[in-house]
């Protein structure tokens, strides 16, 4: 299970490399993206696909192939597989089937957002892409916001107008650190409180895809840790 670059193809590790030019094939969400990043490392492998509308079809023909003695590497179309992304049925199928998993780790959006946003505290929740159904979306919302703790949300271009207005809504003083195009040329990290970052999305069109950071209720400043530290 390779994790694959966000955005900037210098982001794979040398052990990612290491693995795709080693194994006898290579499966992937979409053969067509993986394909860029094979040519960039001119990497050469059969291909074949395991998208998430057909995972259970392309696991059991992953295990068909491990069964002939075949290593094979998966690769979702941006990084880790398995987080919001196809590729936990394929572990648990080829588990259950007696074959060894080897994760192969990097690059993960939330992650990346994480270590730009200045959070404190060791603790946060990560529930990728709400329903793109509103009532739904905002019942979701409606119960993270009340924790009262950080979270954090994937969301396309064309509803992050949507979902922040919602988050504005709820708590309009909610503070939010928004990554957009992360890794990549125009690569972006918004802060704000939900109510200004709703308008500015609201009038903007959008571009790029979307991570969002919810500061916990009552986000613990610089000052307050050095405080708590001495």
Do not use: W
Not at 95 to 114: D, E, Q
């Amino acid at each position: 299970m390779i994790a694959t670059p966000i955005g900037n193809l210098g982001d794979i590790s040398l052990r990612a490399l290491e693995t795709l030019n080693s194994v006898d094939i290579i499966a992937c969400e979409d053969t067509r993206h993986t394909l860029k990043l094979l040519s960039h490392y001119d990497i050469h492998k059969p291909l074949i696909s395991c998208h998430s509308y057909n995972e259970q079809q392309g696991a059991k023909k992953i295990i068909g192939l491990l069964s002939e003695g075949k290593e094979v590497a998966y690769c979702s179309d941006a990084g880790t597989p398995g987080l919001s992304d196809p590729g936990a049925l394929l572990v648990q199928m080829a588990r259950a089937a007696g074959y060894k998993v080897v994760p192969i780790p990097g690059p993960s959006a939330f992650a990346c957002l994480i270590s730009a946003s200045g959070l404190q505290g060791r603790t946060f929740l990560f529930d990728g892409f709400l329903s793109p159904k509103a009532g739904k979306r905002r019942t979701r919302l409606r119960e993270l916001l009340d924790r009262g703790e950080p979270f954090i949300l994937y969301e396309s271009p064309f509803r992050i107008g949507k979902l922040l207005a919602d988050i504005a809504s709820i708590d309009p003083e909610r503070r939010l650190c928004i990554g957009r195009e992360l890794t990549k040329i125009h690569e972006e990290i918004t802060e704000g409180k939900a109510k200004e970052l709703a308008l500015r999305f609201f009038a903007e069109p959008a571009k790029g895809e979307f991570c969002i950071l919810v500061h916990g209720e009552k986000p613990e400043s610089y000052a307050d840790c050095m405080e708590n530290e001495s």
